[in-house]
Nanobody
């Protein structure tokens, strides 16, 4: 089992920044990659960014590339999502998740955090 706890969400004006954190515990050695996803009201959960636990490889959704940065601190078992130049359309509940595979697909992530709300006002 892997437990994931997100933090760092909140309310920010358009153009502002937030940093989300995802603290992992349990059998973290079973993870190959960590991902951030988001879900806006009435929409499906979508991929945002992912990173290998080694930190060597990252990948971003087109909608956030150049604005968001995913990183990891293996000593703290924590993954971060730095979000800059936020837009109202970034408003959603953000989730971190772990997978044994390198994949953007929601169905391939087997452990999920509880989510943290990010609201961007215009």
């Amino acid at each position: 089992q892997v437990q994931l706890v997100e933090s760092g969400g909140g309310l920010v004006q358009a153009g502002g920044s937030l940093r989300l954190s995802c603290a992992a515990s349990g059998r973290t050695t079973s993870n190959y990659a960590m991902g951030w996803f988001r879900q806006a009201p009435g929409k499906e959960r979508e991929f945002v960014a992912r990173i290998t636990w080694s930190g060597g490889t990252t990948f971003y959704a087109h909608s956030v590339k150049g604005r968001f940065t995913i990183s990891s601190d293996n000593a703290k078992n924590t993954v971060y999502l730095q979000m800059n130049s936020l837009k109202p359309e970034d408003t959603a509940v953000y989730y971190c998740a772990s997978s044994a595979h390198w994949t953007p697909l929601v169905k391939d992530y087997n452990y999920w955090g509880q989510g943290t709300q990010v609201t961007v006002s215009s």
